[in-house]
């Protein structure tokens, strides 16, 4: 069992930047990738930025040279730095990871970007 709490959430104006953090508890010592997903107003979640243990990562292209993912492994902890923030990054954030192939989700932090 893993635990996922997200916050840093909040409203922001265009161009301006925010930071989410995501810290896990439970069985910690299991856990490999762990991603950032976001769902929007009538739209599908879709996968924002992963990071594995080792620190490989991955971005969607909407987001890529804009957002920075990091894990702190001694903290438990994994970041997601966003700059440059435009509207349509406006969503509910997840953080998430998969455990013997049992998806685990935080309950989600508000980013609300205005223009």
């Known amino acids: 069992q893993v635990q996922l709490v997200e916050s840093g959430g909040g409203l922001v104006q265009a161009g301006g930047s925010l930071r989410l953090s995501c810290a896990a508890s439970?069985?910690?010592?299991?856990?490999?990738?762990l991603g950032w997903y976001r769902q929007a107003p009538g739209k599908q979640r879709e996968l924002v930025a992963a990071?594995?243990?080792?620190?490989?990562?991955n971005y969607a292209d909407s987001v890529k040279g804009r957002f920075t993912i990091s894990r702190d492994n001694a903290k438990n902890t994994v970041y997601l730095q966003m700059n440059s923030l435009k509207p349509e990054d406006t969503a509910v954030y997840y953080c998430?990871?998969?455990?013997?192939?049992?998806?685990?989700w935080g309950k989600g932090t508000l980013v609300t970007v205005s223009s």
């Open positions: 439970g069985s910690i010592f299991r856990i490999n990738t």
């Open positions: 998430n990871t998969n455990l013997a192939l049992v998806d685990y």
């Open positions: 990071i594995s243990r080792s620190g490989t990562t």
